[in-house]
């Protein structure tokens, strides 16, 4: 089992940062595939970056050159940096924990942390 906190969410002025932690416990996430989704009201959930095992990075075009996405295998961490926010950045960000061996596979999801940009 892997249990997945989320942290760094808060209200940021348009142009502004936030940097996302998603801190794991239970296991090591070394091997698995670590998301950042987000969710606005009335919105379907969107994967918004990826980071593979290796370290290879995937981002949604909405977010491509403005988030970059991490992790710290040695603090079981990953973090999503966030520059130049937008207004339709506010969301509910969730972080997620994916991995499948075999026929196994594992799907783990932390309670997200809300990120809000207005003037």
């Known amino acids: 089992q892997v249990q997945l906190v989320e942290s760094g969410g808060g209200l940021v002025q348009p142009g502004g940062s936030l940097r996302l932690s998603c801190v794991a416990s239970g296991s090591s996430v070394i091997f698995y595939t670590m998301n950042w989704y987000r969710q606005a009201p009335g919105n379907q959930r969107e994967l918004v970056a990826t980071?593979?095992?290796?370290?290879?990075?995937t981002y949604s075009d909405s977010v491509k050159g403005r988030f970059t996405i991490s992790r710290d295998n040695a603090k079981n961490t990953v973090y999503l940096q966030m520059n130049s926010l937008k207004l339709e950045d506010t969301a509910v960000y969730s972080c997620?924990?994916?991995?499948?061996?075999?026929?196994?596979?594992?799907?783990?999801w932390g309670q997200g942390t809300q990120v809000t940009v207005s003037s």
């Open positions: 997620n924990a994916r991995r499948t061996v075999g026929t196994t596979r594992g799907d783990y």
């Open positions: 980071i593979a095992g290796g370290g290879a990075t």
